[in-house]
């Protein structure tokens, strides 16, 4: 299986800060990446597919980068309704992969 | 509206069985691929399983491969899960969502999951 390892694994952030989190495959996958956020007690949300392509309705400060076998979700500015776990996941395989998670909490 | 709701959770022996539901309601159910993917309490997500929009390609995570069967029923617009042989490591709640592909497969919409307890 092709594992996919995010860093940090938490980080802690002001509104307003630029966030950046990483994400690497244990292998290429192309451009398969897709970026999740997560608040607690509810379903994971698609924020970004094939790695730069933001979903409809996800707001503009959310952007995503990279390809092969480094990638990148970055916040331009935190706002209090980003605090959340990001999770990234590659599509590349039949077998799916989340990475472990990263979760932004407030400074 | 998209709509995905998950049953069929809820307290199971270890070794033992349990069949998920999720019923899909405002979209095409039968032109889109699905999977499931489970999250056990206070940890992160892990897929679990995917299945192709005519039900003829299943796909499994090494964890509950054996173990588990994925199926869809496209006349019900009902995708399934059966688990069996439980292990107290499958303790997680279950969300199914469906998947789309523009350029890659992601989910684009999730249940709100049902919790499945293995626990004697």
């Known amino acids: 299986d092709i594992q996919m390892t995010q860093s940090p694994s938490s980080l802690s952030a002001s509104v307003g800060d630029r966030v950046t989190i990483t994400c690497r495959a244990s292998?290429?996958?192309?451009?398969?990446l897709n970026w999740y956020q997560q608040k607690p007690g509810k379903a994971p949300k698609l924020l970004i597919y094939?790695?730069?392509n933001l979903r409809s309705g996800v707001p503009s400060r959310f952007s995503g980068s990279g390809s092969g076998t480094d990638f990148t979700l970055t916040i331009s500015s935190l706002q209090p309704e980003d605090f959340a776990t990001y999770y990234c996941q590659q599509s590349y395989s039949t077998s799916w992969t989340f990475g472990q998670g990263t979760k932004v909490e407030i400074k | 509206e998209v709509q995905l709701v998950e049953s069929g959770g809820g307290l199971v022996q270890p070794g033992g069985s349990q069949r998920l539901s999720c019923a899909a309601s405002?979209?095409?159910?039968?032109?889109?691929?699905m999977s499931w993917v489970r999250q056990a309490p206070g940890k992160g997500l892990e897929w679990v399983s995917g299945?192709?929009?005519?039900?003829?390609?299943?796909y499994y995570a090494d964890s509950v491969k054996g173990r588990f069967t994925i199926s869809r029923d496209n006349s019900k617009n009902t995708l399934y899960l059966q688990m069996n042989s439980l292990r107290a490591e499958d303790t997680a709640i279950y969300y199914c969502?469906?998947?789309?592909?523009?350029?890659?497969?992601?989910?684009?919409?999730w249940g709100q999951g049902t919790l499945v307890t293995v626990s004697s």
């Open positions: 299945i192709s929009d005519s039900g003829g390609g299943t």
């Open positions: 405002g979209f095409t159910f039968s032109t889109y691929a």
């Open positions: 969502a469906k998947a789309t592909y523009s350029g890659t497969y992601a989910s684009d919409y």
């Open positions: 292998q290429t996958i192309s451009s398969y």
């Open positions: 094939a790695a730069s």
